[in-house]
């Protein structure tokens, strides 16, 4: 999704601003610009191809200068055109960059074309560059920052943006309500951006703004000033943003590097864990767990998946009532509040729009109890619950997440097995037993990833199709939904999932023999019951893609492709039977030669409702 780069320094800061975006492309974007102060006046770039490209349009212009700012835009008012791209230019005098929606634009568009203000994009964003621009004029003492918080206070929505003005060449301001934005800091000069990683190599000193808190920054210091206008200090945190992110080693694309980093980040995940204490989700939690009697788990995409997969657990081994919503539901309809609920929002990067609304829409109904389960340490999740619990995934590049999906669940089965705990509905010899198949995971994942050659060969034959059904049942029916998720992201296949039991109820309608069907068999207590699904899928002519444990009892059939997992029971099934589809997915879209880590229309991190 849409990211930001600014910086006001004591050298050229082109390489910064190119550098940023080129850091933050796996966001997803459909264009970017980069536009700088150059002898005085405001010069830009702007592209609708690959920040690679926007580059070396750059070096061609002869961009240089020590303020300015940059982008990469995905679109939502207004085509991916150049003409809609960021930087936003108005009368030549305002520059700036905006992430998020601005949802009464169409009045203030109206209400600035009577002032004389013609319009040279569709985006939202023109508007705020316009309002600035205006409320400059009307102020004596042509301060920018008093017209940009004048500005924003006629904004609805979220933004984050960046700005700077030709009449101040050595300032540039940052603003955010509803967006995240950081300011970088550094001896040489400061810098603004959406995401940290931007600036790796840049800044190690971060300070994360609040909502409504407007940023004034120079190459000699940052001045910040909150909602009400008052100067506030926020906290500086030492934060080394990691170099090997965009270091792809032996594979071919950052998806195949994260489903294969999965055996030592859940080590990572899991070797930390020697008992099950609620401190693990933060100095608060031994008392919160003493309240709740239930949860609410909100989250989006691929988070939605993991929770839905936990909604199992919680029920199973902590006798927990849990109920799953997709956040962008959940915040606009009317629930009943039980206070001892514990409102968990599940979220890789802790910044989706949805999700983080639906966090405060929970607070503000009166909800006591929050807790984030998140990948990034200083999120806005992160910042705005009482409890935390970070996944540890490290950064995850792909738009369609894999290893931050299996942390998430990891992190989610050490919260029911430590609400076990805490209830006194485990015993330790149960304890133990958990610990252990956690402790064992990375081994079991090994092994489910040297099946890769086999499913290569699956997914050469799969890369015909045009639909697939996914089936699972219970709690490996989260992962049949995700399977299909997988598929469609980055394929374009398009993949529907069931639980099993549903078939009968209308998908088997579809089935012929063009139809795929990827099941997902464990050798559990619900077996013969997938058994008699099947049947029904091969009666109807259809190909059945079975991916079961080693021990499943199948019989060998006509027309029945089966790939066997090593052997595996007990809870953590999921989290080994979810890789051969991320594997499955990620083979078809490379035959189908997609751009697999930048899918088309898709963004990773969707800060825009
Ligand atoms: C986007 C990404 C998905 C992700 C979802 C939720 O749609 O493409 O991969 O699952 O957002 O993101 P979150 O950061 O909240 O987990």
């Known amino acids: 999704m849409c990211g930001i780069v600014g910086a006001v320094a004591r050298r050229d800061i082109v390489p910064v601003l190119t550098e940023g975006l080129r850091r933050l492309e796996y966001r997803g974007y459909d264009s970017c610009g980069v536009a700088v102060l150059q002898y005085g006046v405001p010069r830009r770039v702007r592209s609708v191809e690959r920040v690679a490209n926007l580059a070396e349009q750059v070096d061609h212009a002869g961009l240089s200068g020590t303020i300015g700012v940059a982008h990469t835009r995905w679109a939502t008012h207004g085509a991916p055109v150049t003409g809609n791209a960021h930087p936003i230019f108005s009368c030549g005098e305002i520059v700036l960059v905006h992430n998020g929606i601005i949802e009464n634009h169409e009045a203030l568009r109206k209400e600035l074309k009577t002032f004389g203000y013609a319009f040279d994009s569709e985006t939202d964003t023109e508007v705020?560059?316009?309002?600035?621009?205006?409320?400059?004029?009307?102020?004596?003492?042509?301060?920018?920052?008093?017209?940009?918080?004048?500005?924003?206070?006629?904004?609805?929505?979220?933004?984050?943006?960046?700005?700077?003005?030709?009449?101040?060449?050595?300032?540039?301001?940052?603003?955010?309500?509803?967006?995240?934005?950081?300011?970088?800091?550094?001896?040489?000069?400061?810098?603004?951006?959406?995401?940290?990683?931007?600036?790796?190599?840049?800044?190690?000193?971060?300070?994360?703004?609040?909502?409504?808190?407007?940023?004034?920054?120079?190459?000699?210091?940052?001045?910040?000033?909150?909602?009400?206008?008052?100067?506030?200090?926020?906290?500086?945190?030492?934060?080394?943003?990691?170099?090997?992110?965009?270091?792809?080693?032996?594979?071919?694309?950052?998806?195949?590097?994260?489903?294969?980093?999965?055996?030592?980040?859940?080590?990572?995940?899991?070797?930390?864990?020697?008992?099950?204490?609620?401190?693990?989700?933060?100095?608060?939690?031994?008392?919160?767990?003493?309240?709740?009697?239930?949860?609410?788990?909100?989250?989006?995409?691929?988070?939605?998946?993991?929770?839905?997969?936990?909604?199992?657990?919680?029920?199973?081994?902590?006798?927990?009532?849990?109920?799953?919503?997709?956040?962008?539901?959940?915040?606009?309809?009317?629930?009943?509040?039980?206070?001892?609920?514990?409102?968990?929002?599940?979220?890789?990067?802790?910044?989706?729009?949805?999700?983080?609304?639906?966090?405060?829409?929970?607070?503000?109904?009166?909800?006591?109890?929050?807790?984030?389960?998140?990948?990034?340490?200083?999120?806005?999740?992160?910042?705005?619950?009482?409890?935390?619990y970070q996944t540890g995934a490290g950064p995850e590049i792909g738009v369609a997440s894999t290893k931050a999906f299996t942390t998430q669940l990891v992190a989610l089965f050490l919260l029911a097995a430590t609400f076990a705990q805490a209830r006194g509905v485990a015993d330790a010899a149960r304890q133990a037993q958990w610990l252990e198949q956690l402790h064992h995971l990375p081994a079991a994942l090994n092994g489910v990833l040297a099946l890769e050659p086999q499913i290569i060969r699956w997914a050469e034959a799969f890369a015909h199709y045009e639909h697939a059904l996914f089936l699972g049942r219970g709690m490996h029916y989260p992962i049949a939904l995700e399977g299909a998720l997988k598929l469609k992201e980055i394929s374009y296949v398009h993949a529907e999932a069931y639980p099993a039991g549903e078939l009968k109820h209308g998908p088997l309608a579809i089935v012929t023999n063009e139809m795929p069907v990827v099941t997902i068999v464990p050798n559990d207590a619900l077996i013969e019951k997938l058994k008699s699904n099947m049947q029904e899928v091969r009666a109807r002519g259809g190909l059945l893609y079975v991916f079961a444990d080693e021990d499943a009892p199948l019989d060998d059939d006509d027309g029945v492709n089966v790939i066997r997992l090593p052997a595996h029971d007990g809870p953590l099934s999921p989290i080994l039977h979810v890789v051969p589809l991320q594997l499955l997915a990620y083979h078809t879209a490379c035959v189908r030669g997609t751009d697999v880590d930048k899918p088309r229309n898709l963004a990773k991190s969707v800060t825009v409702e």
């Open 128 to 388: 705020i560059a316009h309002l600035i621009h205006h409320m400059r004029k009307q102020d004596p003492t042509r301060d920018l920052l008093v017209a940009v918080r004048r500005s924003l206070r006629r904004l609805r929505g979220a933004y984050a943006i960046a700005v700077f003005a030709k009449s101040d060449p050595n300032l540039v301001i940052g603003a955010r309500a509803g967006s995240p934005l950081v300011v970088g800091l550094t001896d040489r000069g400061n810098y603004l951006a959406s995401d940290p990683m931007a600036l790796a190599g840049t800044a190690d000193r971060f300070v994360y703004l609040e909502e409504g808190d407007v940023a004034v920054l120079t190459c000699d210091g940052v001045k910040i000033v909150d909602c009400g206008g008052e100067a506030v200090r926020r906290e500086v945190q030492t934060q080394r943003a990691s170099h090997h992110t965009t270091e792809l080693g032996p594979f071919r694309h950052y998806m195949q590097k994260e489903i294969f980093e999965q055996p030592s980040v859940l080590a990572d995940a899991t070797e930390r864990v020697q008992t099950l204490t609620p401190t693990l989700f933060g100095a608060n939690a031994p008392h919160v767990f003493k309240e709740v009697d239930s949860l609410l788990i909100l989250a989006c995409g691929t988070s939605y998946y993991s929770a839905l997969t936990a909604k199992y657990w919680f029920e199973s081994i902590a006798r927990l009532p849990t109920q799953v919503e997709v956040a962008s539901e959940y915040r606009y309809r009317e629930s009943v509040v039980n206070p001892r609920t514990l409102v968990v929002v599940v979220s890789q990067s802790g910044e989706t729009a949805d999700t983080l609304a639906a966090l405060r829409h929970a607070q503000q109904l009166g909800h006591r109890h929050t807790l984030a389960i998140c990948n990034v340490a200083h999120s806005s999740m992160m910042r705005q619950t009482d409890l935390q």
